[in-house]
């Protein structure tokens, strides 16, 4: 049930510690109410702007409150717990590779990521973290780190479950579906980079990719690491750029898409949490427009392909309706959408080389003047953020 909260609460609001910055914070500002549930169930998306308790978001500060609230309910009803920064996280960075050893609670376990160091590039490089190697090309002067997500977590099929490092380390009956372990381990990966005295490479100029579940799992270490300066995920469809709601009215009108309902059965990339609210997608408090939400105002380039599986309506409405929050925070240039007519899974068309190498110039080469404005591209003209929402987005003060 939603409360009213007097004005005497929101004025208090700044007395709370505000947190400085996303990344391994699970706390909210406020708690969630006791009992929280998203009612009314609607297959409308879900007000980014106004918190559980109804509250309605309109400064920068109340937003990062807000943030912390939205994070928390993802872990509560699709993505399972991602643990904070363990005890101990050491490792080395060298031109070949990057070691990470991490231990908790008694426990440790160590995996590398494969590091390509771009030639000709004096101090640190920007890199790109890629989920099993890139799908898109990675130009001249930026790294390449290839990171075995399989390895943390495992993703054959939904026997997968519990099975990979990071269930090693935290048991195999943890709550984090495989996507939120691997973002965990993007995040022990940042962390060996940020504390590495020789400065190989600059752990402010980071960008993560992945293809198709991989960029699934790209999408969502963006939202869960605010370190990470440029999210690619390409190709990612339901359950990464797509809306679970629109997909499930997207089936509902005949189309061969993948759903929620679909999804955990075939895999564990999402949270045994997720189950119940799968098969009545209305009743989740969060959706996917809510994860540029959590990446903002940082770089994010969703790279989309028209093939029916992926949802090309529900990535181009989904993720025109995550636009919204960039737009609140002024800051609509860090954001582009760009889905185009059918190719190959996973491979990277021409046509959407213009946009890529805008946001790579501009968020990890420093190229400020990079024309990232304005990119939404889409084959689907009749698309529309208002068809989904029933809300407006505040300018944020
Ligand atoms: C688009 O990502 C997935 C999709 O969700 C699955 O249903 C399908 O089996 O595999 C796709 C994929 O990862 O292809 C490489």
């Known amino acids: 049930m939603k409360s009213v909260v007097s004005s005497a609460l929101l004025l208090a609001l700044p007395v709370f510690a505000l947190p400085s910055s996303l990344h391994e914070r699970q706390d909210a500002c406020k708690a969630l109410p006791a009992n929280y549930a998203y009612s009314p169930a609607s297959s409308k998306l879900p007000d980014p702007f106004t918190f559980a308790d109804g509250t309605k978001v309109t400064t920068k500060a109340q937003w990062a409150c807000r943030k912390q609230e939205i994070l928390q309910l993802f872990y509560l009803q699709e993505l399972g717990d991602k643990p904070a920064k ?21 426990k440790s376990i160590s995996f590398s990521a494969t590091v390509k160091m771009p030639s000709g590039v004096t101090g640190a490089a920007p890199a790109i973290i890629a989920y099993g190697g890139a799908s898109l090309p990675i130009p001249a002067g930026v790294a390449t780190i290839t990171f075995n997500n399989d390895g943390v977590a495992q993703q054959t099929n939904s026997g997968s479950r519990g099975k990979g490092l990071f269930y090693d380390l935290y048991g195999s009956g943890h709550s984090a579906g495989a996507t939120t372990a691997w973002a965990w381990g993007v995040s022990r990966i940042l962390d060996v980079i940020e504390a590495d005295t020789t400065k190989k490479i600059d752990v402010t100029r980071i960008g993560v990719t ?187 003060t």
């Open 210 to 396: 992945g293809c198709s579940r991989n960029g699934k799992g790209a999408l969502i270490a963006g939202a869960l690491d605010d370190r990470i300066a440029l999210t690619l995920p390409q190709e990612s469809g339901s359950g990464g750029a797509a809306c679970w709601r629109i997909s499930d009215l997207e089936e509902a009108a005949g189309k061969k898409i993948q759903t929620a309902h679909e999804i955990i059965g075939e895999n564990v990339w999402y949270s045994k949490r997720f189950d119940p609210f799968a098969t009545k997608t209305s009743t989740l408090a969060v959706d996917h427009h809510m994860l540029p939400a959590l990446i903002a105002p940082r770089g994010l380039l969703v790279i989309e392909n028209n093939i029916d599986w992926l949802g090309p309506v529900s990535t181009t409405g989904c993720m025109r309706v995550g636009a919204l929050a960039y737009q609140a925070l002024g800051a609509t240039d860090s954001f582009g959408f760009s889905e185009v007519a059918p190719h190959n899974h996973c491979t990277f068309p021409s046509s959407q080389q213009t946009e890529l190498t805008a946001f790579i110039n501009r968020f990890l080469k420093g190229d400020a003047s990079a024309k990232t404005a304005g990119v939404d591209k889409s084959d689907q003209a009749n698309v529309k953020a208002s068809t989904y929402i029933t809300w407006t987005a505040p300018t944020l």
């Open 86 to 106: 363990p005890e101990s996280v050491t490792g080395t960075v060298s031109a070949t590779s990057i070691s990470v050893k991490v231990t908790n609670a008694g």
